[in-house]
Every structure is written in C-alpha cells, then in structure tokens.
C-alpha cells in the first residue's frame, strides 16, 4: 500500500514529545492565507473536520487531513512531513517547542500513481 503521507524521524520524536504533553493530536494541512499551507498539529476540537477535508492517514499514530481543495493539488505527490526550527507563524500546537512541522514532498512514480488509482480516492473527513 503507497502511503499519501509520511513523516521523518526527527517529525515522529516531535510528535511522541506531544502526545505525552497533550494527549491525542490530529493533523491538517488546509492551503489557507492564515496557517501558511503549512501542515498543523491540532487537539481534537480545535478544528472541525468534515466533508470539505480527506484523510490521508497516520504519521506516528496521529491521523492526517488535508482539505479537498489543497488535496487536488497535492494528490501527485508523497507528503513527507519534517521539523524546522522555529515557530513558523501559524496555530500548530509545536510552536512554543520553538519548532515548526514543514511539509516536504516527493511525486509519486508511474507505479505508485497507479497503486493509488486501485486504492481509490482518500475518504472524507470522519463527520462528512
């Protein structure tokens, strides 16, 4: 199975960091002005998910949306989700761990396009 999304070691560590501070996460990457396009790690709550988003699946057992319009333009490529230093201006729950996730991406070859197109499209946000 091609995973949509995958995430570095220095992501996961991050992410286990948070899940012991906070509890369960999830992830979104809208394509919106205000959280820069960037992916964001939120609390269950913070952010309603619905029909408008897909899921991508897990990094670190943390689910992972992405909203339906963004997804058209990222649907050719493998998101591969990263760590930067710094607090990169948006409302992800890592910032005040000076920190920020930084999506990266590769585009998937001919053979993993088409294993894709077997899978079918990603599913609809869990309240659609």
């Known amino acids: 199975m091609v995973a949509r999304v995958i995430a570095t070691q220095t992501a996961l560590d991050l ?60 649907k050719h490529t493998q998101l591969i989700i990263d760590v930067i230093d710094g607090t990169g201006g948006t409302f992800s729950l890592e910032g005040p761990e000076g920190k920020a996730f930084h999506t990266r991406s590769r585009v998937f070859t001919d053979a993993e396009m088409a294993e894709l197109d077997r899978q079918g499209p990603p599913p609809a946000g869990p309240f659609a």
């Open 15 to 74: 992410i286990e960091t948070l899940k012991r501070r906070h509890g369960a996460l999830f992830f979104h990457q809208s394509g919106g002005c205000c959280d820069n396009s960037a992916a964001n790690c939120f609390l269950p709550g913070e952010l309603t998910l619905g029909a408008g988003d897909v899921f991508l699946g897990e990094i670190g057992d943390v689910p992972f949306y992405m909203g339906k319009a963004q997804f058209e333009y990222w």
